[in-house]
């Protein structure tokens, strides 16, 4: 016998699942409560990463139906959605989504949804990727560095070197600079390598 399962997600804890659990109810689905999963956990995590979704997927048998309210309920991004739809398509779970219209994944028109949302999604991708070499391409024309400040000024390196030279300890160096051990270490490989280059 078919059953109906309902997952809920909210990535804070000051927010509710109230209102999800009223949209599914509103759109005609009766749910038992023993079947409602909810979950508070950020969307930036992979929806089988999620602890709540995990058990879901245990529990989800061939027939069953998953109703969501909106696609970013299982998934960070259109990519990890897609993974999620074709995981439960394998298992035979049905996947119907509110804000598409209750249209059900798994079928062939919620298919093709998903085809045209993780091409949107590959797409801004894309040009996400091409701002960011531009920028990076422009501040490298104009001079400025990138990345991370230093944490130890130039002259600060110089002495660090110096010392490290002299037989002080990495851990000595990271105190006397408050900084950590894997900085100093930093310092020491640059100049191993520097001497390296300047002995070839």
């Known amino acids: 016998m078919s059953r109906v399962f309902a997952y809920c997600r909210v990535s804070t804890p000051d927010q ?7 949209e599914i109810e509103m759109a005609g689905f009766a749910v038992d409560k023993r079947r409602i999963v909810e979950e508070c956990i ?3 995590v992979a929806a089988v990463q999620r602890l709540g979704f995990t058990r879901l997927l245990d529990r989800l048998e061939a027939g069953d ?6 696609l970013d309920r299982l998934g960070r991004n259109a990519m990890d959605v897609r993974e999620t739809v074709e995981r439960l398509t394998e298992i035979e779970v049905r996947v119907h989504c509110l804000a598409l219209g209750g249209i059900d994944l798994t079928s062939s028109a919620g298919k093709m949804t998903m085809q045209v949302l993780c091409a949107v999604a590959e797409f801004e991708r894309d ?5 960011t070499q531009s920028g990076l391409a422009r501040a490298k024309a104009e001079g400025k560095s990138l990345g991370r400040k230093p944490t130890l000024t130039s002259t600060q390196q110089t002495e660090a070197r110096a010392r490290l030279a002299e037989g002080v300890s990495v851990a000595q160096l990271a105190r006397d600079y408050k900084t950590t051990r894997q900085t100093i270490m930093r310092v020491r490989a640059r100049a191993e390598a520097r001497n390296e280059d300047e002995m070839t």
Do not use: A, F
């Open 16 to 22: 509710s699942t109230e209102n999800q659990r009223r």
């Open 42 to 44: 950020s969307g930036s």
């Open 65 to 70: 139906t998953l109703v969501v309210t909106k």
């Open 127 to 131: 040009l996400l990727i091409e701002r």
